[in-house]
């Protein structure tokens, strides 16, 4: 078995006998060196030592993978709703842009009615005063 599998079976977390097998020690030479027995050998110790320290940096990987998935479902959400927030942004940019042609066009033409009307009343004028049309 090697760290990676041992690390990554479903099992749970490594036993006593997993980490005593790839250490290459018996399970009482490992219970020794994890509980800081001065009775375990310094080989045995620094064995079992740097197989803690490959474990422990599994651990770590683990967790900074399922750190960097949930930031990227989170990115991932933030970009959806950043997208549907610029599509409403156009949607109303749209209709402000349609809105203010529509008054720019009312102006206009209420601009040229009242010049229509200021004709008109200047050309009824004119007949009423003359009691004939202008020419």
Do not use: F
Not at 6 to 18: K, S
Not at 58 to 65: F, H, I, M, V, Y
């Amino acid at each position: 078995m090697t760290v990676t599998e041992l690390l990554t079976r479903p099992a749970g977390p490594p036993t006593l006998a997993d980490v005593a097998q790839l250490a290459g020690v018996s399970s009482a030479t490992a219970s020794r060196v994890l509980t800081g027995s001065a009775r375990a050998a310094q080989t045995a110790r620094e064995k079992a030592e740097a197989l803690a320290s490959q474990q422990e940096g599994g651990r770590r990987k683990r967790e900074l993978e399922r750190t960097r998935a949930a930031l990227e479902r989170q990115i991932g959400g933030l970009r959806s709703e950043h997208e549907a927030g610029a599509e409403e942004l156009r949607r109303i940019d749209e209709q402000v842009g349609t809105q203010t042609r529509l008054q720019t066009t009312e102006r206009i033409m209420l601009g040229r009615l009242r010049q229509a009307d200021v004709s008109v009343a200047a050309e009824v004028r004119g007949v009423h005063r003359n009691g004939k049309r202008a020419p």
